[in-house]
Nanobody, 128 residues
């Protein structure tokens, strides 16, 4: 079964840090663009950060630039999102995803909507 699995979410105070992990199986992450997305209550899902396969172009949403870092370990078929200086507005369910047809530029990802895999999400709550 191909199902990315996120971990590392939780409750953190403003200014704190969290590291999200996403373990994948059933496909080789080498050939996939990867990304993290989030959805806050009452809002649409938005892209947080994406990176092309083979560490090509990387995208960060303006709201997370200089605070979040996306990375991947292809040997472990795992992707990460390091989140620093967290703010209450970062509170959301965070999803990891991978797609072999995505085109990622610094302006954002283009996703055809097929040949992609999504995790079930992990809750991140930033609150004092």
């Amino acid at each position: 079964q191909v199902q990315p699995v996120e971990s590392g979410g939780g409750l953190v105070q403003p200014g704190g840090s969290l590291r999200l992990s996403c373990a994948t199986s059933g496909f080789s992450l080498d050939y996939y663009a990867i990304g993290w997305f989030r959805q806050a209550p009452g809002k649409e899902r938005e892209g947080v950060s994406c990176i092309s396969s083979r560490d090509g172009p990387t995208y960060y949403a303006d709201s997370v630039k200089d605070r979040f870092t996306i990375s991947r370990d292809n040997a472990q078929n795992t992707m990460y999102l390091q989140m620093n200086s967290l703010k209450p507005e970062d509170t959301a369910v965070y999803f990891c995803a991978a797609g072999d047809l995505w085109v990622v530029t610094i302006k954002g990802p283009h996703r055809p909507g097929k040949n992609e895999y999504w995790g079930q999400g992990t809750q991140v709550t930033v609150s004092s």
